[in-house]
C-alpha cells in the first residue's frame, strides 16, 4: 500500500471533502506497515474498498414551521462497513452537516466500533437542520419528516441509529416513535432512547464517563491513580462535556474550562458540583448558553474564543471536530499539559496530534477514548434483542470493562521500542485488524 497514491486517488474522485480526507490519511498512515505484511489485503483491494462507504442515502426533508411556513433540509445516512455487525452511528442535526463531515464520521465509526469488540458495524447519518431555537412541535415535525425517508433503510439487523451533536433522547425519541408506526415493529432500532421504552441507564453520561475510564487507565499505567490535584480543562457544554466534568469531581479533579459555538468560561476556582448542576439545567431545560454561567458566578468569558490558552494539566476536547489545532497543543504542553483525551470525534488537528506525539505526552484519539457511547448504545442492542434491562451499575460495570480492553488493545499494537505507547497507532492497528481479517474471510463483495 502506498498511502499517498490512495489519499490522491480519492481526493480526484471525491473532491471538496477535507474531513473524510483528514479521517483517511490519519488511518492508513498508521496502518501502513501492518497492511503491508498481509499480501491478501492488496490482492483483495481492502483498503479502497474500506475506504469507500457501502452505500450513501440523500434525500430531501420537507416539514412545515410554527408559522406555516414549509421548510426543506437536506438528509443523509451514509452505511460505511457492515463485516461486523449491522451498521451503527449517531444522527447529527447541525447547520455544518454535509458528506465531507458525515463520511469522515462514519468512517472514524467503524473502526471505534470494532474497538469496543461488540457485533457494529460503522455508519453516520444527519441534516443540515438546527434545531436551535426551534420549538417542541418543529423538531417533533422534523424528526418525523426525517424519518419518513430513512425508515426503509434502518432495522435492529440492518442500522442501528442513535444520537449526535443536536441530537438528544428528545429527538431520538420522536424518530423512534416514526420508525415503529411506520415499520409495526418495537425491535429498539435506535438507540439512546427513554428508559420508559428500551433505553438503557446511563446511556447519556456514557460519552463522558467512558473518556475519563479510559485516561485513567492511561494514568494508572503511569502510576497515577485518580485526579487529585489536576486541573482539567474541557470544552464543550452539552452531555459529553457535561458527564465528563461530573466523573472528573467524581475523581477528585478541578474543572476550570466549558464552552460551546459562542465562546468559553474559565473559573479558576473550579465548577464544582452546584456550578455543574446550573449548567446542567442551563443547557438541558433553558437551552441558554454558557456566557450565562459566567454572568452569573461571576468568572472571566471569552467570546468566540477555545479554552486552550488557560493552564491546565488535563485537556480533554469534548465539543467537535478540528476545535485544537497546533498552536493550542503546543499552548497546552508549554503549559505543563500531561494528557489528552478526545471525547468529540477528530477534535485536534493532524498538526496538534503531531505536537502531543512528538512531546510524548499521554494523548488519546477520539476512536478509543470516546467510543464509550457507543459501547453502551451496543448494550441497549443487546438489552432490546434478549427484551431485559440491566441496572446502572451493572452497565457501569461492562463499561468499565470494555474501556479497559480498549486501552489493552492499544498498548499492544501501540507500544513503541523506546517503551512509549503511541495511542493513535494503536487504536487504528487494532480497529483494522478485526475489520479488514473479516472481510477478507466474507469474499469480494
Request: proline share 4%.
Amino acid at each position: 500500500m502506498k498511502v499517498q497514491k490512495i489519499l490522491d486517488n480519492l481526493k480526484r474522485r471525491f473532491p471538496n471533502e477535507p474531513e473524510y480526507h483528514q479521517a483517511v490519511e490519519e488511518v492508513l498512515e498508521s496502518i501502513e506497515e501492518v497492511y503491508n505484511s498481509y499480501p491478501e489485503f492488496e490482492k483483495n483491494n481492502l483498503i479502497e474498498r474500506l475506504c469507500i462507504p457501502d452505500r450513501i442515502f440523500s434525500f430531501r426533508v420537507t416539514w412545515v414551521d410554527d408559522k406555516g411556513n414549509v421548510q426543506a433540509n437536506m438528509g443523509y445516512r451514509v452505511q460505511h462497513n457492515n463485516a461486523i455487525g449491522p451498521y451503527k452511528g449517531g444522527i447529527r442535526f447541525h447547520a455544518s452537516v454535509n458528506l465531507s463531515i458525515l463520511k469522515f464520521l462514519a468512517f472514524e465509526q467503524t473502526f471505534k466500533n470494532s474497538l469496543t469488540t461488540l457485533p457494529m458495524g460503522g455508519g453516520k447519518g444527519g441534516s443540515d437542520f438546527n434545531p436551535k431555537g426551534k420549538s417542541n412541535a418543529e423538531i417533533m415535525r422534523f424528526c418525523q419528516a426525517f424519518v419518513l425517508e430513512l425508515w426503509r433503510h434502518i432495522g435492529p439487523e440492518t442500522d442501528v441509529p442513535a444520537g449526535d451533536i443536536g441530537v438528544g433522547g428528545r429527538e431520538v425519541s420522536y424518530m423512534y416513535g416514526m420508525y415503529k408506526k411506520l415499520a409495526r415493529e418495537n425491535t429498539g432500532t435506535f438507540t439512546g432512547k427513554g428508559v420508559e421504552f428500551g433505553g438503557s441507564l446511563i446511556r447519556p453520561e456514557a460519552t463522558g464517563y467512558g473518556n475519563i475510564y479510559f485516561l485513567m487507565n492511561m494514568l494508572n499505567a503511569k502510576g497515577i491513580s485518580d485526579l487529585k490535584g489536576q486541573v482539567v480543562s474541557i470544552s464543550g457544554s452539552g452531555n459529553v462535556a457535561t458527564y465528563t466534568a461530573e466523573k472528573v469531581l467524581e475523581l477528585g479533579g478541578k474543572v476550570v474550562t466549558l464552552s460551546d459555538s459562542n465562546g468559553y468560561i474559565y473559573d479558576p476556582d473550579g465548577i464544582d458540583k452546584e456550578k455543574l448542576e446550573y449548567v446542567f439545567e442551563l443547557k438541558n431545560v433553558y437551552r441558554g448558553r454558557i456566557k450565562e454561567y459566567a454572568e452569573k458566578y461571576g468568572c472571566k468569558y471569552v467570546e468566540c474564543g477555545r479554552p486552550w490558552a488557560e493552564k491546565c494539566t488535563i485537556a480533554l476536547p469534548s465539543a467537535t471536530q478540528n476545535e485544537l489545532n497546533e498552536e493550542d497543543a503546543e499552548t497546552l504542553v508549554k503549559n505543563g499539559c500531561i494528557a489528552v483525551s478526545e471525547g468529540a470525534n477528530m477534535p485536534s488537528t493532524p498538526d496538534a496530534v503531531a505536537v502531543f506525539l512528538k512531546n510524548k505526552i499521554l494523548y488519546a484519539p477520539g476512536k478509543a477514548a470516546n467510543a464509550g457511547g457507543v459501547s453502551v448504545s451496543g448494550l441497549e442492542m443487546t438489552q432490546n434483542a434478549i427484551k431485559l434491562s440491566w441496572s446502572c451499575e451493572e452497565v457501569d460495570q461492562k463499561l468499565q470493562s470494555i474501556m479497559k480492553n480498549i486501552h489493552e488493545a492499544c498498548v499492544k499494537y501501540g507500544t513503541e521500542k523506546d517503551g512509549f505507547v503511541n495511542y493513535v497507532k494503536g487504536a487504528n492497528i487494532a480497529g483494522f485488524m478485526k475489520v479488514a481479517k473479516a472481510m477478507t474471510a466474507q469474499g469480494i463483495l
